[in-house]
């Protein structure tokens, strides 16, 4: 089961929540169903050979595909 960030568009509460495909979370701030699905960014525990690893306050940008994808070069 994946592991999904939402945003509720009621309360603007935002969490992570383990979902199965068939399962509609709610919001566990107002029970609200009416959720945004947020961009989630992944982590690994290794890195390849000869491949820099991204400054700490990149890593979590959602505009960075990589090495030379930075919005804000």
């Not at 982590?43 to 820099?52: E, H, K, M, N």
């Amino acid at each position: 089961m994946p592991i999904y960030e939402y945003r509720c568009s009621s309360c603007g509460s935002e969490f992570e929540k383990l979902v199965r495909a068939s399962d509609m979370p709610k919001c566990p701030s107002c029970q609200g169903e009416k959720l945004e699905k947020k961009l989630s960014v992944f982590s690994t525990s290794s890195q390849q050979a000869g491949s820099g690893a991204l400054p700490e306050a990149c890593a979590s940008c959602p505009n960075s595909g990589g090495p030379g994808s930075c919005m804000m070069q």
